[in-house]
């Protein structure tokens, strides 16, 4: 079952915020020791991929309690070209 769009936008957005954050420090800091500010961009990033994935990975393998249990596939209606 695809998570929900919900899920899938607040993931995509806190993905591109931690990003839009790390680009914003190096821009802010570039010309004060570049490479200590690579290094602590690149190790506070990969926890907040690492809670991403898990998250995703979760929300994935959760069954929704509400629905009906049917035997049969669901079927998605298409709209028609005009």
């Known amino acids: 079952m695809p998570p929900s769009p919900l899920t ?3 993931i995509q957005s806190t993905i591109l915020n931690a990003i839009s954050n790390v680009l914003a420090q190096l821009i802010d800091q570039y010309k ?3 490479r200590r500010i ?3 961009t ?3 990033l990969f926890p907040m991929i690492r809670v991403e994935v898990v998250v995703s990975w979760f929300s994935q393998n959760t069954p ?3 629905q009906p249990t049917t035997s049969s ?3 998605y209606l ?3 070209p005009r």
């Open 8 to 10: 899938v936008t607040l």
């Open 78 to 80: 298409l709209p028609t």
């Open 64 to 66: 929704i309690q509400n």
């Open 32 to 34: 004060e020791n570049v």
């Open 38 to 40: 690579l290094l602590f």
């Open 42 to 44: 690149t190790i506070s």
């Open 73 to 75: 596939p669901t079927t």
